[in-house]
């Protein structure tokens, strides 16, 4: 089969390799749908710490049962099937204290090689993080599954009430989907963002408040919809030092900030003491996802509650790869579908 491998900074290789057999409880899946997402752009560019080069490359997919191993009762071959590409212990101290996002193994025993025919999904994912996809669901849709999941982790740490007003820094596919989750769960997202083709999309998806932060400071902007005050929370979707220190200057007193989008190990940011201090801002950052967002995620895409195909703003077959992330670091649209 063919498997594409991040072998260096923006280098991709289409590599032959054997089609996977199913460990027990687990499955194999044909890739009918995998997805580019932020975070594989941001490797490309300079590589990552969970992603060794040469690494099996893409995790955001769906497909149909190929094989599965032994004891498998819920999946049989030629299932459509829709699922992440991780899964919490349950039995680490962080799993049995309510925060499976930070489960100790869930980084290490995590798939990738999505980018590919063919993907081997282990047991524990099978159990907890897989599903059959509707059939109104297109394989497309479905496998937005994992950043949705990532998303809605992120939106429901920052218990809001509704009608909150939510500043979301970043118009890439994970800014976009932060606004599309927060308009659902009864916000006002405010989407800030620089790049005219996403804010266009943005406005097009019927979001009420886009601002382009070219224009001006989105903060006199905020100050005019909020009678002063500031959003009641704002998310940093860049990965940006800029971004992540501008973010506080956003929120009103007692708001919080939201820090999504990941930094270098290596990085340092600088904030105003007094303005965390006196003004008691809440600062989180999450991480991942649990069981129960993978779950909320599912629910929401069976639902038809959000327009996710809107973001993908093209479609290749697996040999254009590497050209599809070549488009994506030039600053081309926002997801693009590959299809073996």
């Not at 999309?201 to 400071?217: E, F, T, W």
């Not at 903060?219 to 959003?231: H, I, K, Q, R």
Request: proline share 7%; hydrophobic share 45%; with cysteine.
């Amino acid at each position: 089969m063919r498997a594409a491998f991040l072998v260096a900074p923006g280098t991709i290789e289409l590599r032959d390799v054997p089609i996977p057999v199913p460990e027990p409880g687990g499955l194999v899946v044909r890739v009918r749908a995998a997805l580019t997402d932020g975070t594989d752009v941001k490797a490309y560019r300079r590589g990552h710490p969970q992603m060794p080069f040469p690494t099996p490359f893409g995790h955001e997919f769906s497909g149909d049962v190929a094989a599965i191993g032994d004891g498998v009762r819920d999946f049989a071959p030629g299932d459509a099937v829709m699922c992440v590409h991780s899964s919490p212990c349950g039995d680490c101290r962080w799993c049995l204290g309510g925060q499976e996002e930070l489960c100790s193994s869930v980084m290490n025993t995590k798939i990738l090689g999505a980018y590919a025919d063919y993907i081997a999904v282990p047991a524990r994912i099978v159990a907890v993080n897989c599903f059959r996809k509707p059939a109104h669901l297109t394989y497309e849709q479905a496998a937005f599954l994992e950043p949705l999941a990532c998303v809605v982790h992120s939106i429901e740490t920052l218990r809001l009430a509704p009608g909150s007003h939510v500043a979301i820094l970043g118009d890439g596919g994970f800014g976009l989907l932060h606004a599309l989750v927060a308009r659902a769960y009864g916000w006002e997202p405010i989407l800030v963002g620089r790049r005219d083709e996403r804010l266009a999309l943005a406005r097009d998806l019927g979001l009420a408040h886009v601002v382009d932060a070219r224009s001006g400071d989105p903060s006199a902007y905020l100050a005019a919809l909020t009678n002063g005050d500031g959003a009641d929370a704002a998310v940093e979707c860049t990965g940006t030092v800029a971004a992540w220190e501008y973010a506080p200057s956003l929120v009103r007193r007692g708001g919080t900030v939201s820090f999504f989008g990941g930094l270098p190990a290596d990085t340092t940011v600088s904030f105003s003491a007094a303005r965390l201090h006196y003004d008691e801002l809440r600062l989180i950052s999450p991480f991942h996802f649990g069981r129960a967002a993978v779950r909320r995620a599912y629910e929401l895409l069976c639902a038809g509650a959000l327009p996710v195909t809107r973001l993908i703003s093209g479609r290749m077959p697996l040999p254009e790869i590497a050209r599809a992330f070549e488009l994506l670091d030039r600053g081309f649209g926002v997801k693009i579908a590959i299809e073996p």
